[in-house]
């Protein structure tokens, strides 16, 4: 009795844990299958999505973002291939978006806050862009 009890245990332990193995799996595929859809990746202090849009409306968008969030805009230019736009917050700390193209209607854009990034910064701005797109 005991030795079963013991395999029964071990079985739901292996269950639990394949089922939880196959759901990341599931979501680490979803997410890079979803493009825009599936949200943005803060890694090593900077923020990096991929945006249905070209890098000219990127940057467009993200001005309209500095102006709703009373960021000081500094520069904004952009062409058919990339663009970069800077700002400062009111607490002075430097923006930077970097947009570049990687297909004709996809860009991917990098948002760095500060010298060694501030997430939460980093996601309002882009859901600022991303509601102006």
């Known amino acids: ?19 939880f193995l196959t759901g990341c799996t599931a979501l680490v595929v979803g997410a890079a299958a979803g493009g825009a859809a599936a ?3 803060y890694y090593k202090g ?3 999505a991929d945006l249905d849009a070209t890098p000219e409306a990127v940057i467009a968008a993200t001005e309209k973002a500095f ?3 009373i960021w000081a805009k500094e ?9 970069m736009a800077t700002a400062r917050t009111a607490t002075g700390k430097e923006v930077k978006v970097r947009v570049n193209t990687k297909t004709e209607q996809v860009s991917e854009v990098g948002i760095r806050i ?5 997430e939460n910064l980093s996601r309002l701005l882009y859901d600022r862009i991303v509601a102006f797109l």
């Open 1 to 19: 009795m005991m030795a079963w009890a013991r395999n029964a245990g071990l079985g739901v332990v292996l269950m639990v844990t394949a089922s």
């Open 39 to 41: 949200g943005a990746l």
């Open 46 to 48: 900077e923020l990096k």
């Open 67 to 69: 102006k709703d969030l």
């Open 75 to 83: 520069t904004a230019a952009a062409s058919k291939t990339d663009g």
């Open 114 to 118: 500060g010298t060694f990034g501030d």
